[in-house]
T-cell receptor, first 116, second 114 residues
């Protein structure tokens, strides 16, 4: 149980285009989902917290107009990188949590974004 | 505010040797603590977690961790390393701010030599 999927696993795009990454909780309903960014050999950096049916809460320094997050249902959250640039190339990981704030987060397999 | 410090960005052990990955936390309230493992180009997998109760927590793949309040530590151990244990390990503490985000340590890369 507690499986989280991400799609696509890898994407290459041209600079200036937008890319959408999906995060799905496959066997549970996630009231809260999180989006992280990870640079090589570094820890995870939380970008935003997403609650179903409400606006995402972004961490300080994360551009909400560039990284659009939508949490349309209890099993799906999407991250759209708008007008992507090479510096947006990174490993993006989502996680999902079932209920209260102290419940375990379950992580997706990650999406490798490369912007040319 | 909560924080986590992992001592040693890289640990190397021989196959069959004891694995010890260190994690110290800072928290003004009783912490919820987690260890996650990340294999190359993959997401994070939960190894174990401490919430309340028994201070020795057993996880998957033979790992365990002991919560020591007096030392503010939550070190991860495994009696005998296996080649498949080579990965990145992250210690995390639950943050009691609205949203309940996780605060991660910087990670420790474990190498296992044959």
């Amino acid at each position: 149980g507690a499986v989280v999927s991400q799609h696509p696993s890898r994407v290459i795009c041209k600079s200036g285009t937008s890319v959408k990454i999906e995060c799905r909780s496959l066997d549970f309903q996630a009231t809260t989902m999180f989006w992280y960014r990870q640079f090589p050999k570094q820890s995870l950096m939380l970008m935003a917290t997403s609650n179903e049916g409400s606006k995402a809460t972004y961490e300080q320094g994360v551009e909400k107009d560039k990284f659009l997050i939508n949490h349309a249902s209890l099993t799906l959250s999407t991250l759209t990188v708008t007008s992507a640039h090479p510096e947006d190339s990174s490993f993006y990981i989502c996680s999902a949590r079932v209920g209260s704030s102290t419940d375990t987060q379950y992580f997706g397999p990650g999406t490798r974004l490369t912007v040319l | 505010a909560q924080s986590v410090t992992q001592l040693g960005s890289h640990v190397s052990v021989s196959e069959g040797a004891l694995v010890l990955l260190r994690c110290n936390y800072s928290s003004s309230v009783p912490p919820y603590l987690f260890w996650y493992v990340q294999y190359p180009n993959q997401g994070l997998q939960l190894l174990l977690k401490y919430t309340t109760g028994a201070t020795l927590v057993k996880g998957i793949n033979g790992f365990e961790a002991e919560f020591k309040k007096s030392e503010t530590s939550f070190h991860l151990t495994k009696p005998s390393a296996h080649m498949s244990d080579a990965a990145e390990y992250f210690c995390a503490v639950h943050s009691y701010n609205p949203g309940g985000k996780l605060i991660f340590g910087q990670g420790t890369e474990l190498s296992v030599k044959p």
